[in-house]
């Protein structure tokens, strides 16, 4: 079975402060990992689709980057506007499944 | 181009009643999944479907919940005699074909009184 894990549940950081949020996964034949960005009431937000090993994309403060078994997003120099739930999701299957992991809740003060 | 659009945003139920979630996906885009979000936990992934069919409804529970993307107007998902664990937030999520980036709605947030 699929299994997607991010670490930590929740991350509090001071304005400015830099991080990194993991994702690690155990799946079978992965098509694609996916972050998106959650707000309070509202529907998950595309952010990142990653397709191998080595692919980095970026947007902003905001660096997602691969390996074979996790993914890590990196956050330069936030703002209080980042703080959202950040999910990470694996595509697998012929019929485009998406697996999420449980989330990190960010908190950015200023 | 307008966004998955979902309704109603918040539906109260009292135990036993039906409640009907309805999705409509992004112009174009003829693929539709449905996640659940308990509260504490990530989101689910319930069914798939595309126009008049279901391709995949491996995580939709066998009793109560239905679904359906008929050829014109939005897709549905039914839960019939809702219980008190039915309350979480339900998303609808529309896939471009050649694409494989799902796009989410704004969820409906259903309550079992």
């Known amino acids: 079975e699929d299994q997607v894990t991010q670490s930590p549940e929740a991350l509090r950081l001071q304005e400015g402060e830099s991080s990194s949020l993991n994702c690690s996964y155990t799946?079978?034949?992965?098509?694609?990992l996916f972050w998106y960005r959650q707000d309070p009431g509202k529907g998950p937000e595309f952010l990142f689709t990653l397709y191998s090993a080595g692919e980095e994309k970026e947007k902003e403060r905001l660096k997602a980057t691969l390996t074979k078994k996790e993914s890590f997003l990196h956050i330069t120099a936030p703002k209080p506007e980042d703080s959202a739930t950040y999910l990470c999701?694996?595509?697998?299957?012929?019929?485009?499944?998406?697996?999420f992991g449980k989330g990190i809740t960010l908190s950015v003060r200023p | 181009n307008a966004g998955v659009m979902q309704n109603p945003r918040h539906l109260v139920r009292r135990r036993g009643q039906e409640a009907r979630l309805r999705c409509s996906p992004m112009k174009g885009h003829s693929h539709v999944y449905w996640y659940r979000q308990l509260p504490e936990e990530g989101l689910k992934f319930m069914v798939y479907l595309q126009k008049e069919n279901i391709i995949d409804e491996s995580g939709m529970p066998k009793e109560r919940f239905s679904a359906e993307f008929p050829k014109e107007g939005p897709s549905i998902l039914r839960i019939q005699q809702v219980v008190r664990g039915d309350s979480a937030a339900y998303f609808c999520a529309s896939l471009l074909n050649r694409d494989e980036t799902q796009y989410f709605g704004p969820g409906t947030r259903l309550l079992v009184l």
């Open positions: 999701a694996v595509l697998t299957g012929a019929n485009s499944k998406l697996t």
């Open positions: 799946v079978s034949g992965l098509r694609g």
